[in-house]
């Protein structure tokens, strides 16, 4: 990333609210957790914006640690997304494609969905589609097109390829986050059963 970039990107990150912990990358349109003490009142998007926390403070007593055969002599806390997780992660793989594992996976015949949550700022779904079409030797079985939820609702967008001997199809969840089936559980309970049924 460019100095340029870098300084545009922590621009928008403290203007957007992000940086102050005002707004989530993961869903832009749910509400943040403002006391994890209190219980949330998911009513408004029926997500409980304090979720993580709650699940942090379950993880981490003692008794749950011994039930789920935790190490011992690990010190802890458990964290999601911890900074000494990324610390340690190798930035070269973020860089990898997958791109090579799907093609393998649809020469042999097998059908891939890849779908990304339309409110994600984590992995937008611009950036998924983008690397979607990087993949060569696609042959569009259906354009760009709306599909239907259980409810008669847009449940996001779709598009297929033949590619090889299997089919590669990108969808959106309307509405949805990093975490889809969090954020839009009917829509991803749709999406699957349509692609599984498909199949």
Partial sequence: MSDECAMLVNVWMNQSGVQSGALSLYDYYTDVCLDPA???????SGIDACSGSHTKMYLNQKAVQRALHVRKEWQGPWEECSQALNNAYSCSDTLDSMVPLYRALLERGK???V????????????????????????????EWQSWFGSNGQIGGWKMRWKVGV??????????????????????????????????
Avoid: C, I
Wanted: net charge negative; no cysteine; glycine share 10%.
């Fill in 115 to 142: 779908y990304s949550g339309d409110v994600d700022g984590v992995v937008p779904t611009l950036a998924s589609k983008r690397w979607v079409e990087t993949m060569d030797g696609k042959t569009v079985v259906e």
């Fill in 38 to 44: 209190l219980s949330e009142d998911p009513s408004n």
């Fill in 166 to 199: 299997g089919e590669l199809t990108f969808a959106t969840v309307r509405g949805a986050g990093h975490q889809v089936p969090t954020f839009q559980s009917q829509r991803a309970d749709d999406l699957f059963s349509w692609f599984v049924g498909d199949v």
């Fill in 111 to 113: 059908d891939v969905l």
